[in-house]
């Protein structure tokens, strides 16, 4: 699974593992994986509008995840992040992830 993510050009769903001809793995295998890829911070869960789970491979330090999400085709593309937005927090509270984002139409879907 992790070289299917490293193969990848953005983010996968768990249903893409399950329907992956190379893999073969059965649904608690492919959940169980995940989220232990999540869990050791190899890759990252992109909270879902849709209601669909996206995971993405962690890019190297990143404390502010960006995304762009195509409203029609639903591909999400990793977006570089230059700046973190100033999020005022509670005192005492320790930002330890941000994750942003933007949805719109992707060039393929805006050139049709
Ligand atoms: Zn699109």
């Known amino acids: ?4 993510f490293l193969k990848a050009n ?5 249903d893409y593992f399950l329907s992956h001809p190379s893999l073969q793995l059965n649904r608690v295998t492919i959940f169980r994986v995940l989220n232990l890829f999540a869990n050791k911070r190899i890759i990252h869960r992109i909270p879902a509008t849709d209601n669909i789970n996206r995971y993405l491979l962690q890019q190297a330090s990143a404390l ?3 995304n762009f999400m195509c409203n029609k085709c639903k591909s999400i593309i990793p977006l570089e992040t230059i700046v973190s937005p100033k999020v ?5 509270y ?3 992830n941000v994750e942003i ?7 393929a879907c805006n050139n049709n």
């Open 1 to 4: 699974m992790l070289e299917v």
């Open 10 to 14: 953005g983010a996968l769903t768990y």
């Open 64 to 66: 502010v995840h960006a």
């Open 101 to 107: 984002i933007i949805g719109g139409l992707c060039a």
């Open 88 to 92: 005022k927090l509670p005192k005492d």
């Open 94 to 96: 320790i930002p330890q």
